[in-house]
């Protein structure tokens, strides 16, 4: 089931409205500037920044469907990989998985330490790695020659273990734990135990909640699919899914389409996400403790949380308007204070999401704008 059909148009309006091109907003803000594309012709999106400072990310040709997978440290381009690639996911320890097509055959990859190993598991066609714990485990999902479904595996250090032959979206927790949807429903396998534990979707409908983070401690966060329409978002601990709530609204969601990675959850149990408020507007949420709070309750127009750190603070998006043209800046809510606002790169450019680092409030993401490539951002 395709989940861009399932979340609905009205949320899909409000991710486009951070994209809309439009005249900036003079904003007395910290500021955000381009990171070094390929060529002038490339777009480049940044992914998030590891704790050593490596800013993961890709890059595209305007001319071309093929994307390669890059990082930039200390605001210089290192390319990954010279092959049509695509990196997806990576650890604190600067080891970064993805996928990569060599000689028609696209696989699953790990770039660590100046080393590139293809990951294609036994009887698989094609494959991408989705995530990588902090012992370099990693989840690999695959395509066979015989089932409809997808197969889900982790490897490491050679050795291959197979998780799912009818999956369709998994994570990995640093630690090792793996979630997975299938057609079998969804299950969190424990870290070094193998066991599955079943997390049925307390909405019903036939639809396997949909993991979109796991903690340090094993917390799994989940987008719960709602079959009168929308979504909402599930925090699963020791064995109890709990439906976080809304801001007033029907809804609420962490994984965005298209609009970065996350993380949404971080190892004290606090998650951020986009949420339908009573008005029908969408803001941007951070829940702590039960306790689910609007980060710009004062406004009309939609924002957007993207992700958060191990400080609770959230790194997103802010729509704005001035004499009725509108675009969006990049801001970050912390647990207590002034929100810190970027404004937009440039005239005309609109903030599109900001991934905030583990431990401090250095922000990279992706930023759009009228007839020029979507650019690399960095608050460094």
Known sequence: ???????????????????????????????????????????ASALGVTPSGLVVGNARQADSFDQHAVTWRGGKLLPLDP????????????????????????????????????????????????????????????????????????????????????????RIGPRGDVAVSSDSGTHVYRAGSGAAVAVPNPFGGGYPPEPTGINARGDVLFDLVVPEGGYRVGFWRDGVLTDIGTLGGNQAVTNLPGVGRGPYLNDAGEVTGTSETASGAYHAFRWRAGTITDLTPASPLPSTGNSINQAGQVAGTQAVEVGGARTSGGRIWPRHGVPVEFASTGAQRSVGWLAIAPHSQWVVGADNGPNSPRRAISSR
Do not use: C, K
Request: avoid cysteine.
């Open 83 to 170: 092959n049509p690639s695509q990196a997806i996911e990576f650890n604190s320890r600067d080891q970064v998985v993805g996928t990569r097509r060599v000689g028609g055959v696209s696989s699953a990859v790990l770039w660590s330490g100046g080393r590139t190993t293809d990951l294609l598991p036994p009887g698989a066609v094609s494959a991408v790695g989705l995530g990588i714990s902090e012992v370099g485990e990693v989840l690999v999902r695959a395509v066979t020659e015989s089932g409809p479904g997808y197969l889900f595996a982790t490897w490491r250090a050679g050795v291959w273990r197979t998780i799912s032959t009818d999956g369709h979206l998994g």
């Open 1 to 43: 089931m395709m989940r861009a059909t399932l979340v609905p148009a009205v949320l899909l309006a409000a991710t486009a409205l951070l994209g809309t091109e439009a005249t900036a907003v003079a904003v007395a803000a910290p500021t955000l500037r381009e990171l070094p594309a390929p060529s002038p012709d490339h777009s």
